[in-house]
């Protein structure tokens, strides 16, 4: 099984400033098996970045993620009101598709 | 637009069987390729407990796989999670997904239900 760890567990910031958020897998996970999803309280997860970089449809720019073999970021260039939630990674590679536990973003 | 929708009994005793379905619209279960099923415990994060491909194979997360059935009815353009033998653990969230991409080139979960609470209890 592989197993993504996600940091900061929690990251406390102002509106306007950047996230950079990390995700490591415990083995290599191609570029293209790896996805970022935020959840709202009280939400389904949604889909931003999938294939490591590219954005789902109706994503904002300042959403990007980067990253290959065990390391992996997604950046929030810079945070808006909306953008305050919880942040997972996925990897898609090998079954089970399992999940990083998840990093919370909050308003500082 | 693709839309998900999950359908079940909101409350199951313990040592029987969860059963939730998912209908979706906009899509087709006959012909896109994979659907799955995500829960979350409450206060913790996502666990992915399998996929369905439209040709009827599954995937399972071996932590579920001796209690876990998906299920397609194409008919109804739906598909289903059978959860057995279920204890206090098995309460969360269960949200159905589609599998946008496939799974050999950029596999994402695209579409998603809005979740439905499960909770298991006498």
């Known amino acids: 099984e592989t197993v993504l760890t996600q940091s900061p567990g929690t990251l406390s910031l102002s509106p306007g400033e950047r996230a950079t958020l990390s995700c490591r897998a415990s083995q290599s996970v191609r570029s293209s098996f790896l996805a970022w999803y935020q959840q709202r309280p009280g939400q389904a997860p949604r889909l931003l970045i999938y294939?490591?970089?590219s954005r789902a449809t109706g994503i904002p720019d300042r959403f990007s993620g980067s990253g290959s073999g065990t390391d992996f970021t997604l950046t929030i260039s810079r945070l808006e009101p909306e953008d305050f939630a919880l942040y997972y990674c996925?990897?898609?590679?090998?079954?089970?598709?399992?999940f990083g536990p998840g990093t919370k973003v909050e308003i500082k | 637009q693709v839309q998900l929708q999950e359908s079940g009994p909101g409350l199951v005793k313990p040592s029987g069987t969860l059963s939730l379905t998912c209908a979706v619209s906009g899509g087709s279960i006959s012909t896109d390729d994979w659907w799955t099923w995500v829960r979350q415990s409450p206060g913790k994060g996502l666990e992915w407990i399998g996929e369905i491909h439209h040709a009827g194979s599954t995937h399972y997360n071996p932590s579920l796989t001796s209690r876990v059935t998906m299920s397609l009815d194409k008919s109804k353009n739906q598909f289903s999670l059978r959860v057995t033998a279920v204890t206090a653990a098995d309460t969360a969230v269960y949200y159905c997904?589609?599998?946008?991409?496939?799974?050999?080139?950029?596999?994402?979960?695209?579409?998603w239900g809005q979740g439905t609470l499960v909770t298991v209890s006498s």
């Open positions: 997904a589609r599998v946008g991409g496939t799974t050999a080139f950029e596999p994402r979960l695209d579409y």
């Open positions: 996925q990897q898609y590679l090998s079954s089970p598709r399992t």
């Open positions: 294939g490591a970089s």
